[in-house]
C-alpha cells in the first residue's frame, strides 16, 4: 500500500492517551486517524461530539440570537461580495 506522511502538533498527553486507548480497543492510533480522514472524505462534514457544557456567555449569545432571527433582526443572504457591501452601506454601515 502506497502511504504518505501526515505531521501533526498535539499535546503529549493528548497523544499518549490517544494511544492508550486505541491500543486497549486493539487498533493502531494511525488507524483511527485514517478511519476519521476517509469518513471525513465521504460525509464532507465535521463532527465533533464535545462532553463540556457550553460557556454561560455562548448560552447567553445563542438566546440572543435565537431572539433576534424570530423578530427579523437578521441581514438577508448575498450571493456576492459586491451585494453584501451595498446592503450595508444602505444601512449606513
Same mark, same amino acid.
Given at each position: 500500500?502506497?502511504?504518505?506522511?501526515?505531521?501533526?502538533?498535539?499535546? *503529549?498527553?493528548? +497523544?499518549?492517551?490517544?494511544?492508550?486507548?486505541?491500543?486497549?480497543?486493539?487498533?493502531?492510533?494511525?488507524?483511527?486517524?485514517?478511519?476519521?480522514? +476517509?469518513?471525513?472524505?465521504?460525509? +464532507?462534514?465535521?463532527?465533533?461530539?464535545?462532553?463540556?457544557? *457550553?460557556? *454561560?456567555?455562548?448560552?447567553?449569545?445563542? +438566546?440572543?440570537?435565537?431572539?433576534?432571527?424570530?423578530?427579523?433582526?437578521?441581514? *438577508?443572504?448575498?450571493?456576492?461580495?459586491?451585494?453584501?457591501?451595498?446592503?450595508?452601506?444602505?444601512?449606513?454601515?
Amino acid at each position: 500500500m502506497n502511504t504518505a506522511v501526515i505531521n501533526i502538533k498535539t499535546d *503529549p498527553k493528548v +497523544k499518549t492517551d490517544a494511544q492508550k486507548i486505541a491500543r486497549q480497543i486493539g487498533v493502531s492510533l494511525s488507524s483511527l486517524i485514517n478511519a476519521y480522514l +476517509k469518513r471525513f472524505i465521504g460525509t +464532507k462534514r465535521v463532527k465533533l461530539d464535545l462532553k463540556e457544557e *457550553p460557556s *454561560p456567555y455562548l448560552v447567553k449569545m445563542l +438566546k440572543k440570537a435565537d431572539k433576534d432571527i424570530k423578530a427579523g433582526r437578521v441581514s *438577508p443572504g448575498f450571493k456576492t461580495g459586491e451585494e453584501a457591501v451595498a446592503w450595508l452601506e444602505k444601512q449606513g454601515i
